[in-house]
């Protein structure tokens, strides 16, 4: 009869690896670090920009109301693997280098600037394993930027002269979609996103005392990122 002892080894031996390997860790599960960058674009709601080419204002230009530039910035996230879906939470802290200014060329009784500054987000994903190291995942959550205008009379002698400077933060929501590939110890993913900010306003000091003006933002993203599990 064997003893106990040597049974009790031998169950071991065989458990202890099995569950090991039951347990072993989801490729897509854990903290991660990366950043990430590419192009951004914020504009107002309208799709269609500012047309005054009949009334001799803008001497047949028209007005762009989207600002483009590139994004920059790194996020940290955490993943659970639920084992059908993938779900996980995430931050992130961006800027940009989106700008725009009115064209000297154009004949308008004022110039603008427009500077997209700082972006937070705050939000979770969901995805599926959809290949041994791939992830397509769809995400959303909210989202904070800050915006710098100024506006400056243009024309002398109109009785009419200012300078208005105003740095705005405002509150939005984010949805999007990307791909995460398993490259090596770490990974790259590319994302699309889509963000809708709705509280850019300017008050009475600006426009003679009328009430109050808000502007509808639109913000599209195309990033691609690089980064690492621990």
Same mark, same amino acid.
Request: charged share 25%; hydrophobic share 35%; proline share 3%.
């Given at each position: 009869?064997? #003893?106990?002892?040597?049974?009790?080894?031998? @169950?071991?031996? /065989?458990? $202890?690896?099995?569950? !090991?390997?039951?347990?072993?860790?989801?490729?897509?599960?854990?903290?991660? +670090?990366?950043?990430?960058?590419?192009?951004?674009?914020? &504009?107002?709601?309208?799709?269609?920009?500012?047309?005054?080419?009949?009334?001799?204002?803008?001497?047949?230009?028209? $007005?762009?109301?989207?600002?483009?530039?590139? !994004?920059?910035?790194?996020?940290?996230?955490?993943?659970?693997?639920?084992?059908?879906? +993938?779900?996980?939470?995430?931050?992130?802290?961006?800027?940009?280098?989106?700008? %725009?200014?009115?064209?000297?060329? /154009?004949?308008?009784?004022?110039?603008? &600037?427009?500077?997209?500054?700082?972006? +937070?987000?705050?939000? !979770?994903?969901?995805?599926?394993?959809?290949?041994? &190291?791939?992830? $397509?995942?769809?995400?959303?959550?909210?989202?904070? *930027?800050?915006?710098?205008?100024?506006? %400056? =009379?243009?024309?002398?002698?109109?009785?009419?002269?200012?300078?208005?400077? =105003? *740095? %705005? #933060?405002?509150?939005?929501? &984010?949805?999007? @979609?990307? /791909?995460?590939?398993?490259?090596?110890?770490?990974?790259?993913? $590319?994302?699309?996103?889509?963000?809708?900010?709705?509280?850019?306003?300017?008050?009475?000091?600006?426009?003679?005392?009328?009430?109050?003006?808000?502007?509808?933002?639109?913000?599209?993203?195309?990033?691609?990122?690089?980064?690492?599990?621990?």
């Amino acid at each position: 009869m064997k #003893s106990p002892l040597i049974v009790s080894l031998l @169950a071991g031996s /065989i458990i $202890l690896p099995a569950a !090991a390997q039951a347990q072993e860790k989801s490729p897509f599960s854990g903290p991660r +670090i990366e950043i990430i960058g590419g192009y951004d674009q914020l &504009r107002s709601g309208s799709d269609v920009d500012i047309d005054t080419d009949n009334d001799g204002i803008f001497e047949d230009n028209d $007005l762009d109301q989207s600002v483009d530039g590139f !994004a920059y910035g790194g996020a940290i996230g955490y993943d659970f693997d639920l084992g059908s879906v +993938i779900f996980g939470i995430e931050g992130e802290l961006m800027d940009s280098t989106g700008k %725009q200014e009115t064209d000297e060329d /154009i004949a308008a009784p004022f110039g603008y &600037r427009i500077n997209v500054k700082r972006d +937070i987000y705050l939000g !979770a994903r969901i995805g599926a394993q959809v290949a041994p &190291r791939t992830l $397509l995942y769809a995400k959303g959550g909210y989202t904070n *930027t800050s915006v710098e205008s100024r506006f %400056q =009379d243009r024309i002398e002698d109109d009785g009419f002269d200012f300078v208005f400077d =105003d *740095t %705005q #933060s405002i509150d939005g929501f &984010r949805v999007g @979609a990307g /791909i995460e590939q398993l490259v090596g110890p770490g990974y790259v993913k $590319l994302e699309y996103r889509y963000s809708n900010y709705s509280g850019l306003k300017f008050d009475d000091e600006l426009f003679n005392d009328n009430s109050e003006i808000g502007i509808d933002l639109d913000r599209h993203q195309v990033l691609a990122g690089v980064g690492i599990r621990f």
